[in-house]
């Protein structure tokens, strides 16, 4: 049986608050221009705002003006979202818990995951949300998921417990050296 071949996030759709509040938070706390509004075309009653979070991707958000942010977690039941990830660069990085703070946001404050830093907070409705940075940039022609295989295989086979730098490295090394070389070839 042929598998289905996916080839990236096409959207992402979120239940918002009412339209400011999404608007504010979307665009006005994480930077992502609102590019469209229409209606949601299976509900009409609800609009459909879409954002652009900088890959050129979407991230859409139905609104409902009857919805009002009720300041508690967003349910993690089996089935259900956990966290909503974006990338920001290391400089963007080391400013988020100041403009978050400036935001009155609470936070997480940054988190060490080994091969990038995190921060969580919510979004108006309590979802978590995660601003991640990597650690690292991946050779030319490799993504980031490259490097984390590789860097996965590397510490798997070195029986360490989650991935740090020293694995990275070795990742990187390893992927560059696939590379077609002259000095292979005399």
């Known amino acids: 049986m042929s598998k289905l071949q996916v080839q990236g996030v096409h959207h992402i759709t979120i239940v918002g608050a009412d339209r400011q509040t999404s608007i504010d938070f979307w665009e006005g706390t994480l930077g992502m221009p ?5 209606p949601n075309l299976d509900a009409p009653d ?8 900088g890959d050129g991707r979407l991230i859409t958000v139905f609104c409902h003006e ?12 089996p089935g259900c979202l956990h966290h909503l990830a974006f990338t920001v660069s290391n400089v963007t990085f080391r400013q988020v818990a100041e403009r978050l703070d400036a935001r009155g946001i609470r936070h997480s404050g940054p988190k060490d995951r080994g091969f990038m830093d995190s921060i969580y907070f919510k979004d108006p409705l309590g979802m978590l949300i ?21 860097a ?14 020293k694995h990275l490295a070795a ?16």
């Open 34 to 38: 609102f590019v469209l509004e229409q």
């Open 152 to 165: 996965h295989k590397v510490r798997v086979a070195a029986g360490d417990d989650h991935i740090e730098p």
């Open 171 to 186: 990742a990187i090394e390893r992927l560059c050296a696939r590379r077609p070389t002259l000095s292979e070839e005399e």
């Open 66 to 77: 009857e919805t009002v942010p009720q300041g508690r977690r967003a349910p993690t039941d």
């Open 130 to 150: 995660e601003l991640a940075s990597y650690r690292f940039e991946p050779p030319a022609g490799h993504s980031h998921a490259d490097v984390l295989h590789v």
């Open 46 to 53: 609800q609009s459909h705002l879409y954002f652009d979070p």
